[in-house]
């Protein structure tokens, strides 16, 4: 039964004997009030039960649906101006890219291409088919998270940038590399197995906002 019947259901109020004999004893014969008001009382609550509301009133009253709740947060973050950010906020976040370009663990093309084995035309090309993450700062070159070096972590960054090819490889990178409290506080790869590539890029993506 929809919630909102079964609040209305649930609060109908008592029919009394009293009730049944000032309503009802100068048109029918009734033999046993306390007996008939029982009997009336489940009558009303199986009509009740038999209404069918559409699905934005299927909820008890004073209850709003997720859109409207969806609607009234939205709302509440919107702000007559846009935010645009400034030349310190600019400087800022590209201090904090070269920071983590800059990481030991990410490796300058050449340098992962000799470690992979690979020619740096290969790794070129793995990059352009989303086989492998690689980032950029302006005009320093590409550099490419070492973890990518695993069979299985390899794995699970292919897996995520198949499944999130319009968002940008910073935000992938930091989706992956940053610790996840559905992952016990690590990170997706270091938390990673053979048999969770999955389990885990489900995390990731959820972090993404994909479904």
Same mark, same amino acid.
């Given at each position: 039964?929809?919630?909102?019947?079964?609040?209305?259901?649930?609060?109908?109020?008592?029919?009394?004997?009293?009730?049944?004999?000032?309503?009802?004893?100068?048109?029918?014969?009734?033999?046993?009030?306390?007996?008939?008001? *029982?009997?009336?009382?489940?009558?009303?609550?199986?009509?009740?039960?038999?209404?069918?509301?559409?699905?934005?009133?299927?909820?008890?009253? #004073?209850?709003?649906?997720?859109?409207?709740?969806?609607?009234?947060? $939205?709302?509440?973050?919107?702000?007559?101006?846009?935010?645009?950010?400034?030349?310190?906020?600019?400087?800022? #976040?590209?201090?904090?890219?070269?920071?983590?370009?800059?990481?030991?663990?990410?490796?300058?093309?050449?340098?992962? $291409?000799?470690?992979?084995?690979?020619?740096?035309?290969?790794?070129?090309?793995?990059? +352009? !088919?989303?086989?492998?993450?690689?980032?950029?700062? #302006?005009?320093? #070159?590409?550099?490419?998270?070492?973890?990518?070096?695993?069979?299985?972590?390899?794995?699970?960054?292919?897996?995520?940038?198949?499944?999130?090819?319009?968002?940008?490889?910073?935000?992938?990178?930091?989706?992956?590399?940053?610790?996840?409290?559905?992952?016990?506080?690590?990170?997706?790869?270091? *938390?990673?197995?053979? +048999?969770?590539?999955?389990?885990? !890029?489900?995390?990731?993506?959820?972090?993404?906002?994909?479904?």
């Amino acid at each position: 039964m929809p919630k909102t019947l079964e609040f209305i259901a649930d609060h109908l109020p008592r029919i009394t004997v009293d009730d049944v004999v000032r309503r009802f004893s100068t048109s029918v014969e009734i033999r046993d009030a306390r007996a008939f008001a *029982a009997e009336l009382q489940e009558f009303m609550h199986e009509r009740v039960e038999a209404v069918e509301l559409p699905p934005s009133l299927d909820l008890p009253l #004073g209850v709003e649906t997720t859109e409207q709740t969806l609607a009234r947060k $939205a709302a509440a973050l919107r702000v007559d101006t846009r935010w645009v950010p400034g030349e310190t906020d600019i400087q800022r #976040g590209r201090a904090v890219l070269l920071e983590a370009f800059d990481r030991p663990h990410n490796l300058p093309l050449p340098e992962f $291409a000799r470690l992979a084995n690979k020619s740096r035309q290969q790794v070129y090309k793995d990059i +352009d !088919a989303c086989r492998l993450l690689a980032l950029n700062v #302006g005009p320093r #070159g590409q550099k490419l998270p070492d973890w990518q070096l695993d069979p299985v972590k390899r794995h699970l960054t292919q897996t995520v940038l198949q499944g999130a090819a319009e968002v940008d490889n910073w935000t992938l990178y930091r989706a992956l590399s940053e610790p996840l409290e559905g992952l016990g506080g690590r990170s997706p790869v270091e *938390a990673v197995t053979a +048999d969770s590539v999955d389990e885990v !890029a489900r995390a990731v993506f959820n972090v993404l906002g994909i479904h």
